[in-house]
Structure formats: C-alpha cells, structure tokens
C-alpha cells in the first residue's frame, strides 16, 4: 500500500508538471497584462542603469517558448536580475504564457528589420561558433528548437553583458545558471565575446522593439 501510495504521488507530480508544460498562450490576453514590461522593452534603444548598463533586448517577435524560460529563469533565480526577478514572481504561469505568446507576434511581417552589413569573425572564433548552431540555427534567427533564444539582430552590447554573465559566479545581483551556455562560455575571453555581440548584432532578424501607444 505504501508503495502503491507513493507510486501515486510520483505520476501526480508528473502530471502536474506536463500540465504546467502544456499552458497555452492567449496573445490578446497577454496585451493586456504587459504593463510592467512596456516601461523597458517598449522604448526603443532604451537602457538598462542597474545592475549593469546595456540596452533591453528586444523581444518583440522572440521565440515563445523562449520567454516562457526567460521568464521562469528570472522567477527561479536562475538568472539573476532584481527588476526581471521581482516582474517575473509577480507572474502566474498562464501569465507567463500570455505574454510569451504576445511578444512572439508582435510586430511580425511589418517592418522588415533592414539587412545590415555582416561584421567579420576571425576564423578560429568561427571554429567555436559552430557548437553555437546546433541550437540557435545557422542563420541565429531561425532556432532548431524554438526554446532557444533567437539572437539574430540582437543589441550587441545586451548579448555581451548576457554571454559574461554566464562566466559570472558569486555576485548576488549579477549570474546566469545554464549548464550548456555556462560550458559554452567559460572558455571565451571578453575580448571575443565582444566579438560574437558584434557579430550576431550585426546579422539580419526578426526582432524588433514595438513602441507602445501612450494611450491604452
């Protein structure tokens, strides 16, 4: 009975897990519940002052899926940003879900992000990019698995405070927990992940920042 009984708490748990999976976003509802993220994410251009100074990344035609994680990750601690951590506790998981599936279409198929001319790699730091495509696609805007963040287009000087953030240990204020881009970025120095913020900032993409209207 004790066996059976435990069995029981362990396929509960699993099921509620697949059903907290399984959240399906309303991109409407999500409109309406985006008025803590549009004082940062919808100013074009517009930066960060704490803990660090870069641009807010632009999430307007972001992966889904990807937000969904961003935003968990905030909420677990994982990655560690008092103004994201303190937004993203304040988010139920269908929240979560409504804005990720917002934010994933808004803007898309107007305005087409103008194709910038593509800045130069050295050949040895292309050689430690190609690990980078298996899950971010070879163009870094078309993701293999749409959990992956699309980087394409990106503000260089964000994807650069978000690569060393990944080598980043004992700060409370500053840290990402990912054990593959922790791996991934460990063996890079600042210098060439500068270069690979330029890089991928320089690549054509989909992502864009959608000014919100004043009026609401």
């Known amino acids: 009975m004790k066996i059976a009984f435990t069995l029981l708490l362990v396929l509960t748990g699993a099921f509620t897990a697949a059903q907290a999976q399984e959240v399906k976003g309303d991109a409407k509802a999500g409109e309406k519940k985006n008025a803590m993220c ?19 990344p632009m999430i307007s035609g972001q992966n889904a899926k990807y937000i969904v994680a ?53 050949a040895a730091l292309k050689e430690k990019m190609v690990a980078c495509v298996a899950c971010h696609g070879t163009n870094f805007n078309n993701t293999i698995d749409p959990g992956n963040p699309r980087l394409a287009g990106q503000y260089a000087d964000y994807l650069y405070e978000a690569l060393k953030s990944y080598k980043t240990e004992g700060l409370p204020l500053v840290g990402r927990n990912n054990a593959t881009m922790v791996g991934m970025a460990k063996p890079l120095s600042d210098a ?6 330029s890089y991928l900032a320089s690549l ?13």
């Open 38 to 56: 549009i004082g940062c994410h919808a100013i074009p251009g517009y930066h960060a002052s704490f803990p660090q100074i870069y641009k807010v």
């Open 70 to 122: 961003a935003l968990d990750a905030y909420r677990k601690g994982d990655r560690k940003h008092p103004t994201m951590k303190a937004v993203a506790g304040s988010l139920t998981d269908q929240d979560i879900a409504d804005l990720a599936a917002y934010y994933s279409t808004q803007g898309v198929g107007s305005n087409p992000t103008p194709v910038p001319a593509t800045a130069e790699l050295p």
């Open 192 to 197: 060439e992940i500068r270069q690979i913020a």
């Open 204 to 216: 054509p993409g989909e992502m864009k920042t959608v000014p919100q209207s004043r009026f609401r």
